[in-house]
């Protein structure tokens, strides 16, 4: 394991400021950590990889990571990477972003970037808060859990992501957890090589505003709450159906190839530009 | 990774980047960490660490680092100069020395 810490160290732009802007035991730093991994196994130079970021805590990942990096406005980051790609099908379009920024302000940009099928990687860090801006309560809190703006618990069902990304098209959705690296590394470099919109949502822990809400002490006791409360969908008999238990599925829950909207484009213009000759 | 061998590591905290979340010490299946007084992560027993990797990949901050053993001994380890060991035992050319470039955006 010797060079894992060394490894994201060269991909860090250590001209900002460090340590970074996470709280103490966030989620969204280990994600990072994660995102440079699998960029690294995959080979990938720096130059090809882009990353647009989204406003909120999660969005500050794009300014510490030496890719070429937007940090957009709330919940457009998704316009701005589906420009990218189609101007450039090139590049490896990596979009990050909470679930305040992707489901909420940005819902209607993810349902239509999954039914587009836009060749782009979500990478949505699920921390069930706004953390950024003091812990109010977002589409993806949990029905009964407190925060800020619902102190006596929240009274709405929160958004399933993977589920509503695969109503909406996308081609690749898969669920993993700041708890689960060595997985996350493999589902994050799976959907950057994925040929359509690929989703990762990540539960990423957010022990300031929501964890202390929440009857959690500390850091470390969500991190053990991820590790007993998840189940690898691969182990369930039924996939398609949530556990009994409560636990919550991680894993891939959808992989096909679908040529992505970039690539029908430019079959298109071949088409057109053939008959034209 | 590499056999649960126990003895073969350098477990380097850098405290200026370490929060003290407390996750590699409550995770570490070998207990070779503990917070020490100021809040940071401490080694207490490098001799027990079976190189798993579960600090290195689950540290929010990066860290921690684990190393090979040398003869001389790892020596504590800088992130904004790469790390600096005599040895420099992986056979790599020395880490890029990073000279800071102004910050074109002040309130990062
Ligand atoms: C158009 C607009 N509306 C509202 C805000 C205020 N704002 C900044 S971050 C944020 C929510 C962040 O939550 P999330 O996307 O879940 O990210 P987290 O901080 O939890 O990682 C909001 C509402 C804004 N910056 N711009
Ligand atoms: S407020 Fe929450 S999401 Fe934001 S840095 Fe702190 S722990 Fe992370
Ligand atoms: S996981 Fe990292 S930041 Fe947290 S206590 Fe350990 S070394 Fe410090
Ligand atoms: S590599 Fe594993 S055994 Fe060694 S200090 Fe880190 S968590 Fe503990
Ligand atoms: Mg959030």
Known sequence: MADVTQLIHDYLRHNKKFPHVFCAGCGHGIVLGSLIRSVHALGLPKDDVVLVAGIGCSGRMAVYVDFNTVHTTHGRALTFATGIKMANPKLKVICVMGDGDALSIGGNHLIHAARRNIGVTALILNNHIYGMTGGQCSSATPQGDISMTTPFGSLEKAFDIADMCKAAGASYVARGTSFHAIQLDRLISTAIMHPGFSVVEVFSPCPTQYGRKNKFRNAVDMYKWLKSNTVKVETLKDPDQKPADGRIPIGVFRDVEEPGLEERYFELQRKLMGQNR | ?108
């Open chain 2, 1 to 108: 990774m590499s056999k649960k061998q126990k003895g073969q590591t350098r477990v380097c905290v850098y405290p200026d980047w370490c929060k003290g979340c407390g996750l590699c010490v409550a995770f570490c299946p070998a207990k070779v960490l503990v917070l020490n007084a100021f809040g940071k992560a401490e080694v207490a027993h490098e001799d027990e660490c079976i190189n798993c990797g579960f600090c290195e990949l689950h540290c929010p901050d990066f860290a921690i680092a684990i190393k090979p053993r040398t003869r001389n001994g790892a020596a504590q380890p800088d992130p904004r100069s790469g790390w600096s060991d005599p040895e420099n035992e992986h056979g790599r050319a020395s880490p890029p020395v990073r000279t800071a470039e102004p910050n074109p955006n002040p309130e990062e």
